[in-house]
């Protein structure tokens, strides 16, 4: 059974930093693009940032460029999301997700597995 266990989430003042951390099992995780998107209150799925299978090629989006960074360690069978100078406009729940097609199914928020999301709250 493929599980995503996203956590790291919380409440943060505007400026802060966050950690979100993703665990997979139930697959061989080396095989899959892994990343994350977001939703926030009333809106569509958001991809964040995605890294591929290789690790060779990350892609993130306008919003979060030079704010967050991806990193994978497919050891441990885990993906993070370093999440600097936070914005009220970055509170969403985030999934952690994966896909075997690649990145683009996670850039557009239809990747085919995701999990349970991880709330981030930014107060401004």
């Known amino acids: 059974e493929v599980q995503l266990q996203a956590s790291g989430g919380g409440l943060v003042q505007a400026g802060g930093s966050l950690r979100l951390s993703c665990a997979a099992s139930?697959?061989?995780?080396?095989?899959?693009?892994i990343g994350w998107f977001r939703q926030a209150p009333g809106r569509d799925r958001e991809g964040v940032s995605c890294?591929?299978?290789?690790?060779?090629?990350?892609w993130y989006a306008d919003s979060v460029k030079g704010r967050f960074t991806i990193s994978r360690d497919d050891q441990k069978n885990t993906v993070s999301l370093e999440m600097n100078n936070l914005k009220s406009e970055d509170t969403a729940v985030y999934y952690c997700?994966?896909?075997?097609?690649?990145?683009?199914?996670?850039?557009?928020?239809?990747?085919?597995?995701w999990g349970q999301g991880t709330l981030v709250t930014v107060s401004s």
């Open positions: 997700a994966a896909d075997i097609r690649g990145p683009e199914p996670i850039q557009s928020g239809k990747a085919d597995y």
């Open positions: 139930g697959f061989t995780v080396d095989d899959y693009a």
């Open positions: 890294i591929s299978a290789s690790g060779g090629s990350t």
